[in-house]
């Protein structure tokens, strides 16, 4: 039954993944946490997002677009953030840390959306400022590491720094996708280094659950394109995972 459960909660995450390129930690990580405790989860959710954007990438029939130079730079950034994640993981408590995480992305989101739609003194929408891309890209790649590692919750600092840029929704899908996918191969490595590799039973399973939610997921986000609702349900899922985030680190 925990297995069945556990295959429910990532099936849903991986749909939500696919439509949006983020989410699936939001909605598998809590239930995941509950069933197989935050080390198995951690590692669970490093394997699945080899499966889930491994297809994005390369399941769909299609040419990926994702972004070259921010792809590359936001993996090289997170190189070091995945070591101080996994050493997190092991060293600080863990409620602590999420709602700091939450606090700090829905503070992130907010300026986001103010920049985005505060009106005609807000910044061109789409757009970074030159001086500032190459550190917010740091940071972002530093964070989404720091967080792959100690939380599974990578994707908010990602999803701020791509929905800043001027990149068509596919782009942005597959740049999300790549970074992922090599997050999901470098964070696996650093758990076993630091020794918090822990792999439920059942991951058979659970890998069949992310397939067929990506697969679902995919018809969502033609949709989403297709009426130009992609930014905005991206960000709402942003803010609910660092609802998400905050509740469990407060509750």
């Given at each position: 039954m925990?297995?069945?459960l556990?295959?429910?909660?990532?099936?849903?995450?991986?749909?939500?993944?696919s439509a949006?390129?983020?989410?699936?930690?939001?909605?598998?990580?809590?239930?995941?946490v509950?069933?197989?405790g935050p080390?198995?989860?951690?590692?669970?959710?490093?394997?699945l997002?080899?499966?889930?954007?491994?297809?994005t990438?390369?399941?769909?029939r299609?040419r990926?677009?994702?972004?070259p130079?921010?792809?590359?730079?936001?993996?090289?950034?997170?190189?070091?953030?995945l070591?101080v994640?996994?050493?997190?993981?092991?060293?600080?408590?863990?409620?602590a840390?999420?709602?700091?995480?939450?606090?700090?992305?829905?503070?992130?989101l907010g300026?986001?959306?103010?920049t985005?739609?505060?009106?005609?003194q807000?910044?061109?929408?789409?757009?970074?400022?030159?001086?500032?891309?190459?550190?917010?890209?740091a940071?972002?790649?530093?964070?989404s590491?720091?967080?792959?590692?100690?939380?599974?919750l990578?994707?908010?600092?990602?999803?701020?720094?791509?929905?800043?840029?001027?990149?068509?929704a596919?782009?942005?899908r597959?740049?999300?996708?790549v970074v992922?996918?090599?997050q999901?191969?470098?964070g696996l490595?650093?758990?076993?280094?630091?020794d918090?590799?822990?792999?439920?039973e059942?991951m058979?399973?659970l890998?069949?659950a992310?397939v067929?939610?990506?697969?679902?997921?995919?018809?969502?986000f033609?949709?989403?394109?297709?009426?130009?609702?992609?930014e905005?349900v991206?960000?709402?899922?942003?803010?609910l995972?660092?609802?998400?985030a905050l509740?469990?680190g407060?509750?």
């Open positions: 925990t297995i069945l556990a295959a429910l909660a990532v099936g849903a995450g991986a749909v939500l993944q949006t390129g983020f989410g699936f930690a939001i909605v598998a990580a809590p239930a995941l509950a069933l197989v080390e198995a989860t951690v590692s669970a959710l490093s394997v997002a080899l499966v889930i954007n491994g297809l990438l390369a399941g769909e299609r990926p677009r994702p972004a130079g921010d792809a590359a730079a936001l993996v090289a950034w997170a190189l070091p953030g070591a994640g996994a050493l997190a993981l092991a060293t600080l408590p863990e409620r840390l999420e709602a700091a995480v939450g606090a700090a992305v829905l503070a992130a300026v986001r959306v103010a985005r739609w505060g009106g005609p807000a910044a061109r929408p789409g757009t970074v400022p030159r001086l500032g891309r190459g550190p917010r890209r940071a972002a790649g530093i964070l590491g720091s967080l792959a590692t100690s939380t599974g990578s994707g908010p600092p990602l999803v701020l720094y791509l929905t800043g840029r001027s990149l068509d596919a782009r942005v597959d740049t999300l996708a992922f996918l090599a999901g191969a470098l490595a650093a758990l076993a280094f630091f918090t590799l822990a792999l439920p059942g058979a399973v890998a069949v992310a067929a939610g990506q697969a679902t997921g995919r018809r969502a033609a949709a989403l394109r297709t009426a130009d609702r992609f905005p991206l960000l709402g899922v942003l803010a995972a660092g609802l998400a509740a469990s407060l509750f």
